[in-house]
């Protein structure tokens, strides 16, 4: 069944960039959106963005600015990358896949949930 | 932007007991967009269910979802030892963000 990694460097310093990568295995990264989510220390989950198998983003507005997602096919990996860290980004980082039903109710309407996680991978914030 | 907040935010029973958890949101959602997860400590989350009511592959019957609107549900009709985790709402809708709840701590009494 598809399984999904994270990696990527633990430790970063305050103004600097996080850089995630999510290594899907067992299936393809076609036909599929992949999404990051994100889960501070003793607190709740928060949806970073997603992407498409063809690029396609959405990202949170609050984190907008700052955030950048990238898809490499012929690696099967997604990658996540957050300018200017601070100490609020301290968190475990999810990626998921988003999967998609049809409604009933309205033909070639579909609606999402995340059905496969990596996971997890902590990220410290710290000079 | 939607806000979903659960209630309560923490929840003790037995097992064998049965629980109900509250998800509200500030506006109406589509019952499609409404997913429920369980995490327990130092694991991913996993979906239990979506549609507000459909049970993701696996996941026993026990476990069941509802509501429309604002006012969605999740009820686990006889608790087991391994029911007891955090819970949360998501909603997956039409714009961003895609907003989670603050979670439901199911503890064992």
């Known amino acids: 069944q598809v399984q999904l990694q994270e990696s990527g460097p633990g430790l970063v310093k305050p103004s600097e960039t996080l850089s995630l990568t999510c290594t899907v295995s067992?299936?393809?990264?076609?036909?599929?959106?992949w999404s990051w989510i994100r889960q501070p220390p003793g607190k709740g989950l928060e949806w970073i963005g997603h992407?498409?198998?063809?690029?396609?983003?959405t990202y949170d507005p609050s984190l907008k600015s700052r955030v950048t997602m990238s898809v490499d096919t012929s690696k099967n990996q997604f990658s996540l990358k957050l300018t200017s860290v601070i100490a609020a980004d301290a968190a475990v980082y999810y990626c998921?896949?988003?999967?998609?039903?049809?409604?009933?109710?309205?033909?070639?309407?579909?609606?999402?949930?995340?059905?496969?996680w990596g996971k997890g991978t902590t990220v410290t914030v710290s000079s | 932007e939607i806000v979903l907040t659960q209630s309560p935010g923490a929840l003790s029973l037995s097992p064998g007991e049965r629980a109900t958890l509250s998800c509200r949101a500030s506006?109406?959602?589509?019952?499609?967009?409404l997913a429920w997860y369980q995490q327990k400590p130092g694991q991913a989350p996993r979906v239990l269910i979506y549609?507000?009511?459909t049970r993701a592959t696996g996941i026993p019957d026990r476990f069941s979802g509802s509501g429309s609107g604002t006012d969605f549900t999740l009820t686990i009709s006889r608790l087991e030892p391994e029911d007891f985790a955090v819970y949360y709402c998501?909603?997956?809708?039409?714009?961003?963000?895609?907003?989670f709840g603050q979670g439901t701590k199911l503890e064992i009494k």
């Open positions: 067992g299936g393809s990264i076609s036909r599929y959106y």
């Open positions: 998921a896949r988003r999967s998609e039903f049809g409604s009933t109710s309205y033909p070639g309407h579909y609606y999402y949930y995340m059905d496969v």
């Open positions: 549609g507000a009511s």
């Open positions: 992407i498409s198998y063809s690029g396609s983003t």
């Open positions: 506006q109406s959602i589509s019952s499609g967009y």
């Open positions: 998501h909603q997956y809708g039409t714009s961003p963000p895609y907003s």
